[in-house]
């Protein structure tokens, strides 16, 4: 019969062996474990609010003015 302890260990998917919850790498074979969906999604919604704001920055950014082309501010106030 297994302890309550020793169920909550998982299993590694390459080789088999058990590990600790909380284990990022098999020490047995050193398998990356726990890298699932939803670290994929988590970095996929990452991806998408950075170019959300760098496309929301670029869209409002003022227009800079041409230095060939007279302002109002440079007609009305003379040098």
Do not use: D
Not at 30 to 53: C, D, H, Q, R
Request: glycine share 8%.
């Amino acid at each position: 019969m297994t302890s309550m302890a020793e169920s909550r260990y998982k299993e590694c998917r390459h080789c088999g062996n058990r590990v600790h919850p909380r284990t990022r790498q098999c020490p047995f074979c050193g398998e990356v474990i726990g890298a699932g969906w939803f670290s994929l999604v988590g970095t996929a919604m990452l991806v998408l609010v950075v170019l959300g704001l760098l496309t929301y920055a670029a869209c409002n950014r003022t227009p800079s003015p041409s230095p060939g082309r007279a302002t109002a501010a440079s007609i009305l106030l003379p040098e």
